[in-house]
């Protein structure tokens, strides 16, 4: 008599079905994990451009005249405009968002599978905002840092 040798479709299905569900949770944990390191990498741009602000400051007394157009506010002329500032795909928008001749607010606008993400801002003083609901406005007490609970 010969062995037969092989699964059975039961085993298959069941091996099918764990897969699934083990995929079912691993994908949006790994989607997670990327959008929390694009905003980090966001993050770290903002800070690279308020440091191109406080050295265009040091040259001219003035966060004036920072941007790539003739207004005070809109793309920076002193920095990257892109979050990541390398590789060819874009994450988020880096803009000067208010400028006077003393104060700033950079802004780091999601875009390219960041969207719904929030926007991001940090200011001269150091004032760091998220808007992680992505409502177009910060509340004092959950959005006014970087964290995921203030």
């Not at 793309?75 to 000067?96: C, E, H, M, R, V």
């Not at 104060?103 to 801002?121: F, H, K, M, S, V």
Request: hydrophobic share 35%.
């Amino acid at each position: 008599m010969r062995k037969q040798q092989g699964f059975t479709l039961v085993e298959v299905l069941i091996v099918v079905s764990i897969v699934a569900i083990l995929a079912a949770i691993a994908v949006p944990s790994y989607q997670n994990s990327v959008t929390k390191g694009r905003r980090t990498d966001a993050m770290a741009a903002l800070q690279g451009l308020a440091q191109a602000m406080e050295r265009h400051y040091m040259t001219t007394g003035a966060y004036t005249a920072a941007a790539a157009s003739q207004a005070d506010t809109g793309a920076p002329a002193i920095f990257s405009t892109k979050s990541p500032i390398d590789g060819s795909q874009t994450f988020y928008n880096l803009t000067i968002s208010a400028a006077t001749p003393t104060t700033y607010t950079l802004t780091a606008d999601p875009t390219n599978g960041q969207e719904g993400d929030g926007n991001i801002t940090l200011t001269e003083t150091g004032a760091r905002a998220w808007d992680k609901n992505n409502d177009t406005t910060y509340h004092a007490t959950t959005e006014n840092c970087w964290e995921t609970s203030c």
